[in-house]
């Protein structure tokens, strides 16, 4: 329900800032959470590509925010990348993280 849930990762290429347990939330401009399993598959396969947005999150910390708060992070997120403001998203993409009291902030 959350997103596209990371077991496991090539040696090549391999993804420098994701990690075995990790979710993706959204991929390209596509939010993956509150998507049914063949949605979610259709959503991150049209964006899959070198180079994509990702906008990641270790799912133990995930797990522990409501969803909602999971959902509106990554709008804001995403926010600059859907009004055309590709610059300040990053060319590689942006992970989801929590600080030590929970609230999600932007990493890119």
Do not use: C
């Not at 997120?77 to 590689?92: A, E, F, I, Q, Y």
Request: glycine residues 12%.
């Amino acid at each position: 329900e959350a997103g596209y849930l990371v077991e496991e990762l090539e040696d090549w290429p391999g993804q420098p800032d994701i990690r075995a347990g990790d979710v993706i939330v959204a991929i390209g401009e596509e939010q993956l959470i509150g998507l049914s399993e063949a949605k979610m598959e259709e959503e991150f396969g049209k964006h899959f590509e070198n180079g994509a947005l990702t906008i990641v999150g270790p799912m133990e910390l995930l797990q522990k925010m409501p969803l909602e708060h999971v959902r509106r992070a990554t709008n804001r997120l995403l926010r600059p990348w859907k009004d055309g403001d590709r610059t300040s998203v990053g060319s590689v993409g942006s992970i989801l993280v929590t600080s030590p009291a929970g609230i999600p902030r932007g990493k890119r």
